[in-house]
Nanobody, 115 residues
């Protein structure tokens, strides 16, 4: 079955960086759009960044310039590099994949940024 396993979350101080990874299995990784969403307490899940099978990226305006998404098709991995983190970036971050409206979510990884 399809599995997305996130790693790399944790507690950091404002201004620091984190690198989230998502390892996919059970899919032909290279043909999937991959991405990251996040959900802060009391808020709806929102898009952070996506990357298509051809490498085109879409990054939310609120994190553009701070966060970068990349993929390694050979390793079936998508990475979210988060720099200059702020307390408002605190959320559970979810890996996501989409192929022709077939969607799978990871279990989420907590990112907490202290001030």
């Amino acid at each position: 079955q399809v599995q997305l396993v996130e790693s790399g979350g944790g507690l950091v101080q404002a201004g620091e960086s984190l690198r989230l990874s998502c390892a996919a299995s059970g899919i032909i990784f290279s043909i999937n759009t991959m991405g990251w969403y996040r959900q802060a307490p009391g808020k709806q899940r929102e898009l952070v960044a996506t990357i298509t099978s051809t490498g085109s990226t879409n990054v939310a305006p609120s994190v553009k310039g701070r966060f970068t998404i990349s993929r390694d098709n050979a390793k079936s991995t998508v990475v979210l590099q988060m720099n200059s983190l702020k307390p408002e970036h605190t959320a559970v971050y979810y890996c996501y994949r989409n192929y022709r409206s077939s969607v799978t979510w990871g279990q989420g990884t907590q990112v907490t940024v202290s001030s």
